[in-house]
């Protein structure tokens, strides 16, 4: 059985293999279904999208690499860039489909919608899951999210320990981020509409989400930064 929208594409690079001209004189399977080894021989963007365990390149961290901007932009057999352009639109598809009815608030307390990663990353509500901190743990889920499903709740900022709590991100304090304790804070003293619309006031005011509050040096201030934006977001 297929995995989530794995229709959506055909080749590792982007490349309709449906439409390419060289399908059927050379019947070729297509680099997906070859393994990297499509009729002209072995594709060294096939094999290292494969090497890497990447479905097509669009989900690779190192998205446009090197390798795939000069297979792209090959003066003989490239097309100028359209099969980056097409990895983005497939990702792109991928991730609104998986988000779709989700809440947009994460276990952690970080909002998808604001968030940087937010067109390549379905969100660890979704089973498109590619959140850059999870991507550090074998499980591909991140100790916030696998704690809160553990106690039977719904995100971390419904925990009665979530002020004392070191775990996953909140230990990262010490990498001076801030935000997603600061969020989850918010969220349990206020809830999660208050929350979006001060975010939205804070965003629109022109502070950087999340640069600008983990740059207050501290959750609690953090917090405050965005409680200041808690009257506005409710007017």
């Not at 060289?22 to 009729?39: L, M, N, V």
């Not at 489909?97 to 809440?103: C, F, N, S, V």
């Not at 959140?131 to 709740?153: D, H, I, M, Q, W």
């Not at 609690?220 to 934006?229: G, H, N, Q, Y």
Request: charged letters at 25%; a negative charge; one cysteine or more.
């Amino acid at each position: 059985m297929k995995s989530f929208m794995e229709d959506a594409f055909d080749s590792y690079c982007g490349l309709s293999c449906a439409q390419c001209s060289f399908k059927e004189p050379h019947h070729c399977g297509g680099c997906i279904a070859t393994k990297g080894r499509p009729f002209h021989g072995s594709c060294e963007v096939a094999q290292c999208a494969a090497k890497r365990g990447k479905r097509f390149c669009g989900e690779c961290e190192s998205f446009p690499c090197e390798v795939l901007v000069r297979y792209s932009n090959d003066k003989v057999h490239g097309d100028d860039g359209a099969r980056i352009e097409n990895c983005k639109a497939i990702k792109t598809a991928m991730v609104k489909e998986a988000r779709k009815d989700l809440q947009p608030i994460g276990y952690c307390g970080h909002h998808c919608d604001y968030c940087f990663l937010g067109e390549w990353c379905g969100g660890c509500r979704s089973e498109y899951n590619c959140c850059s901190y999870a991507t550090l743990f074998e499980s591909g889920s991140c100790p916030n999210v696998s704690c809160a499903k553990e106690r039977g709740l719904d995100a971390c900022y419904a925990c009665r320990d979530l002020a004392s709590c070191p775990k996953g991100y909140y230990e990262r304090e010490n990498s001076n981020e801030y935000i997603a304790k600061a969020t989850a804070l918010f969220i349990h003293k206020h809830g999660e509409a208050p929350y979006t619309a001060a975010l939205q006031h804070a965003i629109a005011s022109g502070l950087n989400y999340p640069r600008d509050f983990d740059r207050t040096g501290s959750v609690e201030s953090a917090l405050v930064l965005l409680e200041s934006f808690l009257e506005i977001g409710r007017g």
